[in-house]
């Protein structure tokens, strides 16, 4: 069976016929032998166990009037009999009364009588309003035993959800767990798999550095000795586009590999003290010959309260400025090029300098100006063809500027022409710090005797090197590798060792350290003619196609005390062979 619903219960509630009904019933067992009617406010007929027979009419009448007045009021049942009819409030019903069933037992005429009649008549109403209560009552308990049931219900149905939930979120946590647990392996994985294939990146960027470095070193080399030579105009003219074409390929081979280096977060910028001024003036003086052939003015402005000498990497700043200096000479056919460093603040013990490069150029269009900055893009498809040119100039431009704590911008308007600008912080270099490296003059050159070992394994680079030293007026020996070159120091005194690091057998590194042990023993330094005499520690300058910087801190670690890239330029052999070598 169903259980009860609330619709059910509220059914039940007192309907109002059934509390009419309830009252004659009651009013029966009082009054047995009385014959009723009752007439309900919506003018339902009711009768008790006799009922009283009165003529609609006469009901009607009577019914109003008993509805008017405040009492009973006399009339007369259809058998004759008297009758009294009273509204009852509390039922919103007229009730019509006759004293018997049979007219001759009216006991209901007398004034006494009818007061005892409306005294049953309360004890009815009374009764009657009991039972209700009564069932009233009852119909309450019941609703709240159903509630209890229902809130009993609900508050297992609530835990039983709860106990669902829980077990589903302890499911589901277990789940996220493992799949968290199993992400992280995965990604670990994957990292340590990019960890791996970044540093074969950067193996390979080495090695390729190296490998694209030694043939241009001889490309280079030679078509530079062979400008010198004694030639035909025509020969002379092909010497010099070998030249020219080995310059820029090596230019470009220098910018891939710079840009490599920089996306692999490889490329330290170094903190060294330089003379700005000095290096502004050489990037201007650069452009001197073709702005003279092109009939444009270069200039360069420092404002003067920028320090003299500063702190930072100034290879990496004169990159910066050549390129934009060189695009200002390439895109300007009239008018000038200006380079201009101002002063714009001190922040937190640093100058921060503005540094621009101004053209009267051809312009870049507004919608072209954010694309230059990428890799490989120039401001229109017609640019290589005219001007040549990769695209990746401004990109490691931009990138070296952040590097450096600032952002390149460009301001242009197409005719009129273009500035390049970048702010950066820059430290004054402390008055004490006097720089190893810091480039002399080509006037201080000089050339003069002296005996130059040279370690290096490449047969092509070796005989380059070897005319390039000759030239500058040395003696030159060749090992060709590390243990190659002890052994003629075992023999013979030198002034000097150039040492290639990459070589077979044993490579530079290692062939320093042994000499500086050598060195540093006295019994064993015996053994070796060229070290035994010497007051002072054997010049090591290391010759590398390694460009990183890594790989110029390794050289001094290793114990050598210049170093040199390849391809060996002639001025920096000049410039250094003049610095170390004996007066
Ligand atoms: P490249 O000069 O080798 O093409 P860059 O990255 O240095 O590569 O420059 C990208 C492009 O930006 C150039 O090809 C040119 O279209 C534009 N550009 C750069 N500098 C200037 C300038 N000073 N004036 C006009 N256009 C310029």
Not at 9 to 30: H, K
Not at 97 to 109: G, N
């Amino acid at each position: 069976m169903s259980e009860p619903t609330f619709d059910d219960i509220f059914d039940e509630l007192i309907d109002v016929n059934e509390e009419l009904q309830g009252f004659l019933a009651t009013l029966d067992s009082l009054l047995p032998e009385a014959s009723t009617l009752l007439l309900s406010e919506a003018d339902v007929l009711l009768a008790g166990a006799h009922p009283l027979a009165l003529s609609p009419v006469a009901r009607e009448r009577l019914a109003g009037e008993a509805r008017k007045a405040s009492g009973f009021v006399a009339g007369k049942a259809d058998n004759g009999a008297c009758c009294q009819a009273v509204y009852l409030a509390k039922l919103s019903a007229v009730l019509i009364i006759s004293s018997a069933v049979a007219p001759e037992d009216d006991w209901l005429s007398g004034a006494a009588s009818v007061s005892l009649l409306r005294n049953t008549l309360d004890l009815a109403l009374y009764r009657q309003e009991r039972e209700m209560l009564v069932a009233d009552h009852e119909q309450s308990v019941r609703q709240i035993n159903l509630l209890q049931q229902q809130h009993d219900k609900l508050i297992k149905d609530n835990y039983r959800q709860y106990r669902l939930n829980q077990d589903r979120e302890k499911e589901y946590a277990r789940k996220l767990e493992s799949e968290i647990a199993k992400q992280t392996a995965e990604l670990r994985e994957a990292n340590a798999r990019l960890e791996e294939i970044s540093r074969l990146k950067s193996d390979f960027l080495a090695n390729m550095s190296h490998e694209l470095r030694t043939p241009m070193n001889a490309i280079i080399g030679f078509s530079e000795l062979l400008s010198e030579a004694s030639l035909t105009e025509e020969q002379l003219d092909y010497a010099r586009t070998i030249s020219q074409s080995a310059a820029s390929l090596l230019t470009l081979i220098n910018d891939i590999l710079d840009l490599a280096k920089i996306e692999a977060g490889k490329l330290e910028l170094e903190y060294l003290p330089f003379d700005l001024a000095e290096l502004v003036g050489n990037v201007a003086a650069m452009f001197k010959i073709p702005a003279r052939e092109k009939g444009v003015a270069v200039s360069c402005q420092i404002d003067s309260r920028i320090p003299k000498r500063i702190m930072g990497d100034s290879n990496r700043l004169r990159q910066i400025l050549i390129n934009l200096a060189g695009n200002a000479m390439k895109f300007t056919e009239q008018g000038g090029i200006d380079i201009l460093i101002d002063y714009d603040r001190e922040a937190a013990g640093q100058i921060v300098s503005r540094f621009a490069v101004r053209d009267s150029g051809i312009g870049i269009p507004a919608d072209r100006v954010e694309a230059i900055f990428e890799k490989f893009i120039q401001a229109d498809g017609s640019t290589t063809r005219k001007y040549g040119g990769t695209g990746l100039g401004l990109a490691i431009c931009l990138q070296l500027v952040e590097l450096m704590g600032g952002r390149l911008m460009v301001a242009s308007e197409v005719g009129r022409g273009s500035t390049f600008s970048f702010v950066i912080p820059l430290a004054e270099a402390p008055a004490e710090i006097i720089s190893v490296k810091e480039p002399r003059d080509a006037c201080h050159e000089k050339t003069g005797g002296g005996r130059i070992l040279l370690v290096e394994d490449n047969a092509v680079n070796q005989r380059l090197a070897s005319i390039l030293i000759t030239r500058q007026g040395y003696e030159v020996e060749v090992a060709s590798d590390g243990a190659e070159s002890l052994e003629h120091l075992r023999n013979q005194a030198f002034d000097l060792v150039l040492m290639d690091v990459q070589m077979p057998n044993m490579d530079g590194m290692e062939a320093t350290r042994r000499i500086r042990a050598i060195e540093a023993d006295p019994a064993l330094r015996q053994d070796y003619v060229g070290l035994r005499a010497r007051q002072q520690p054997l010049a090591i300058v290391g010759l590398t196609a390694h460009a990183r910087k890594e790989d110029e801190d390794a050289c001094y670690e290793a114990g050598m005390n210049g170093f040199l890239t390849k391809p060996i330029v002639k001025a920096k052999l000049a410039l250094i062979l003049s610095e170390r070598m004996p007066a």
